[in-house]
């Protein structure tokens, strides 16, 4: 259950996920999925990197059997032989006290744990919530080409109060200027 949870929670927020290879069985190819779980992508690798897998029935060296449809797990038969730990056996004296594990407190435990996780869940909904989805940029975006395309249409103007000081050259200047030049000859 938690580790539905937590897959979920990362592909929703795009964390990037550890992928198992695993060599098929009878092949040289090589496949690679991050969970041996229904709908888990499902890539074949290449000299050219990773592709999503090709629709069919696959079988690993480990023992992994599933079916793959659109590049994804859509069905599995088998699922590999888990290692089995043997404990050596521990000589427990009479006089020892055994330690018992109360269920009731680890169920409380976890219950806690999943009431957090509901919590952090709420919290991050709602800040996804106050950030703008595609659809509100891409209004923002044609109302905002819209605005440019009405200020093309728009003509420039000078500035009404215009503050510059231009000099006119009249006719009485341009010849004292011709008389100043023919003086310093």
């Known amino acids: 259950m938690f580790k539905d949870l937590i897959t979920k929670l990362n592909k929703v927020l795009n964390f990037s996920t550890q992928f198992k290879s695993e060599k098929l069985k009878d092949s040289d190819a ?25 629709d069919g ?39 020892a006290p055994v330690a018992e594990d109360k269920p009731a407190d680890k169920e409380a435990e976890l219950l806690k744990e999943i009431e957090d996780l509901k919590e952090e869940i709420k919290k991050l909904k709602g800040d996804f919530s106050a950030l703008p989805t595609k659809e509100d940029l891409a209004k923002f975006q044609t109302e905002l080409k819209e605005e440019f395309k009405k200020l093309e249409n728009i003509p420039t103007e000078f500035s009404k109060t215009d503050a510059r000081v231009e000099l006119e050259d009249t006719v009485e200047d341009k010849f004292k200027a011709l008389a100043r030049a023919f003086k310093a000859r």
């Open 57 to 95: 029935k696959y079988t690993t060296d480990s023992g992994a059997s599933f079916e793959v449809k659109e590049g994804k797990i859509s069905e599995i038969f088998e699922t590999p032989a888990e290692e089995v730990v043997v404990e050596e056996a521990l000589a427990v004296e009479e006089d």
């Open 30 to 54: 090589t496949i690679e999925y991050a969970e041996l779980v229904v709908g888990a992508d499902v890539y074949t690798s290449s000299s050219t990197g990773s592709v999503a897998a090709a």
